[in-house]
């Protein structure tokens, strides 16, 4: 029962949510409506047919009493016939008569009683009980006539009609009947006028109720139709305000995309001033050292041998800063870019890492004329720059596949070797320089993953965004 009622109410609130209270309100009243229409109009029409049904029988009663008043005068015609002709035909039609007489004073009984309710009929009671000992009466002195008249005693029976008691109550039976008729045709009139204002009622009822019931239905659908609009505009409006937000959402991604790039393009150009400053002075530094030391190579070369042996091993010491310098100069900022451009510098940094490593390369580019913008070429670099050191470091491979291709709006890096692979699911982030070079794809937009199993390599594919332009601030 318990979860019945939960259930109920659960559909309540659902029905609520959909359509609103008034509308469920309007609704309600419409079900009431409906309900009590057909409750009382079931009644309605139950009690116009008891009316009919009273007014039938009150009409059989009206005609049974007429047909009573026959009976009695064709009883009492027969008698006077038998009377003076003593023909015994009379007999025969005043038996039928009495027997009529006797059987409509029990038809008119039993259907005054049968009408409902019967206490409204006391009147019409007594005034039949009174024609009904009229009737009785009336048969009692033709019999007596009658009786005399077959004995033999035709005096007799003319002295029993001579009197007047047969007179009387054949007048007493004719006024009853008339009263009779009279009070049952008043209640015939009574049940008349109830039955047609009960009639008036039902059509009204039947004309009322379908009109109350479709005005509260037009109430419910321009309800419905108001809500509804209102929802309309409530989601146009919830409809704006996100594709405003989303419109938002992407000038901000695009702003930071933006800020990422300057940010990268800000860390490139420190690269390319402290390469810049290494190149000059450092190099200058080491370069006056170098030949600073060859001049006093030369000059002790004789006299010192020992000591200038040792100077040509620092010498070489200094040959060597001079190359490590020129390395990180080129890994800080490659000067190729600047002089040859992105892509025979890109070309350049493939071909000596294959050279040193000895691997056998397979390699597609783009044209040289495609134009990349400055900030996502140095990307790029970065990032097969990145992957060719961790191959060389980490993957002992033999082949290496590199191929670039470009669109209008994208730039896609992949890079397979064939060496050792790595566990990507026990794999240190910051291992290998993975993570940087994801999150400096990420930053400005782009696309980063990498594929690996032990043994099989390692697949690296980027793909950068041509669309992204440094802000104006």
């Given at each position: 029962m318990r979860k019945?009622?939960?259930?109920?109410?659960?559909?309540?609130?659902?029905?609520?949510?959909?359509?609103?209270?008034?509308?469920?309100?309007?609704?309600?009243?419409?079900?009431?409506?409906?309900?009590?229409?057909?409750f009382f109009n079931e009644n309605w029409l139950h009690d116009a047919t008891e009316k009919s049904n009273q007014i039938a029988q009150l009409n059989r009663i009206v005609q049974e009493v007429s047909q009573l008043r026959g009976h009695i005068y064709k009883a009492e015609s027969a008698q006077r016939g038998y009377l003076l002709t003593h023909s015994k035909d009379y007999l025969l039609f005043y038996d039928v008569g009495v027997e009529d007489a006797k059987k409509s004073v029990q038809t008119i009984q039993s259907e005054l009683l049968a009408i409902s309710p019967a206490a409204a009929y006391k009147n019409e009671q007594a005034i039949l009980g009174k024609l009904s000992a009229d009737v009785g009466a009336k048969i009692s002195e033709m019999d007596v006539t009658l009786e005399f008249a077959t004995n033999g005693k035709v005096a007799?029976?003319?002295?029993?009609?001579?009197?007047?008691?047969?007179?009387?109550?054949?007048n007493s039976i004719s006024l009853n009947t008339e009263e009779l008729q009279a009070a049952l045709r008043d209640k015939l009139k009574s049940v008349y006028q109830a039955r047609n204002v009960t009639r008036a009622v039902i059509r009204t009822s039947v004309i009322a109720g379908?009109?109350?019931?479709?005005?509260?239905?037009?109430?419910?659908?321009?309800q419905l139709l108001k809500e509804l609009s209102d929802k309309a505009a409530l989601q146009q409006r919830l409809?704006?305000?996100?594709?405003?937000?989303?419109?938002?959402?992407?000038?901000?991604?695009?702003?930071?995309?933006?800020?990422?790039?300057?940010?990268?393009?800000d860390v490139e150009r420190e690269r390319y001033k402290l390469a810049r400053e290494l190149h000059d002075e450092l190099g200058s530094i080491l370069t006056a050292s170098k030949?600073?030391?060859s001049w006093v190579i030369k000059s002790i070369g004789k006299t010192h041998p020992e000591v200038a042996e040792k100077l040509k091993k620092t010498n070489t010491y200094l040959d060597q800063g001079i190359n490590f310098k020129r390395q990180v100069v080129q890994e800080l900022h490659p000067s190729m870019i600047s002089s040859f451009g992105f892509w025979p510098a890109l070309r350049s940094l493939i071909d000596d890492a294959v050279e040193r490593n000895k691997w056998e390369l397979t390699i597609t580019l783009p044209d040289e004329s495609t134009q990349i913008n400055e900030t996502i070429s140095l990307v790029a670099y970065r990032i097969v720059q990145e992957t060719l050191n961790n191959c060389n470091k980490y993957a002992k491979a033999t082949a290496l596949s590199i191929h670039m291709i470009s669109d209008d709006k994208h730039l896609k890096i992949e890079i397979q070797d064939n060496g050792v692979g790595l566990d990507l699911d026990n794999l240190d982030t910051k291992t290998h320089g993975l993570s940087g070079m994801r999150h400096r794809v990420l930053a400005i937009g782009g696309h980063f993953e990498v594929a690996s199993t032990v043994g099989n390599g390692l697949f690296?594919?980027?793909?950068?965004?041509?669309?992204?332009?440094?802000?104006?601030?």
């Open positions: 019945f009622l939960e259930l109920l109410f659960t559909k309540f609130d659902q029905l609520f949510d959909i359509f609103g209270g008034r509308n469920i309100g309007l609704l309600g009243v419409s079900l009431i409506v409906t309900i009590f229409s057909l007799d029976a003319k002295k029993v009609v001579k009197l007047d008691s047969g007179l009387i109550q054949m379908p009109i109350i019931l479709i005005f509260l239905v037009v109430m419910v659908i321009k409809s704006d305000e996100n594709q405003r937000h989303e419109t938002h959402a992407i000038e901000q991604s695009k702003l930071l995309r933006s800020l990422a790039l300057d940010y990268q393009a030949m600073d030391i690296t594919r980027a793909i950068l965004p041509l669309d992204v332009k440094a802000s104006d601030s």
